[in-house]
């Protein structure tokens, strides 16, 4: 059982940048896909960023492209999503997401995950 926990979360103005953390209790999570997906109330959970078991592949939303990098840090074993010119819509719970799977690919689609975080608030103030 892979056990995640997120942190970084916070109150933080539009314009400015926050860096999420995943940690997991999996000793080897560099044999880990991770994700990152935000939910807001009232609305299906949605994809944000993701990257492959030894990060050679990440893929990102369009809504996060270019304003956010997800990066793995096995040293740490974490996976690290940095997010800058954070807007009010980029508010949500943001959650971890991993998969005990060693292949190119980084899914976008939530079912592909099997292990889940209990979530992290980011607030962006207008």
């Known amino acids: 059982q892979v056990q995640l926990v997120e942190s970084g979360g916070g109150l933080v103005q539009a314009g400015g940048s926050l860096r999420l953390s995943c940690a997991a209790s999996?000793?080897?999570?560099?044999?880990?896909?991770m994700a990152w997906f935000r939910q807001v109330p009232g609305k299906e959970r949605e994809f944000v960023a993701s990257?492959?078991?030894?990060?050679?592949?990440?893929a990102y939303a369009d809504s996060v492209n270019g304003r956010s990098t997800l990066s793995r840090d096995n040293a740490k074993n974490a996976v690290l999503l940095q997010m800058s010119s954070l807007k009010p819509e980029d508010t949500a719970v943001y959650y971890c997401?991993?998969?005990?799977?060693?292949?190119?690919?980084?899914?976008?689609?939530?079912?592909?995950?099997?292990?889940w975080g209990q979530g992290t608030q980011v607030t962006v103030s207008s």
């Open positions: 997401a991993a998969r005990r799977v060693t292949s190119w690919s980084a899914p976008r689609d939530e079912i592909a995950y099997g292990y």
């Open positions: 999996e000793r080897t999570l560099s044999m880990l896909g």
């Open positions: 990257i492959n078991w030894n990060g050679g592949r990440t």
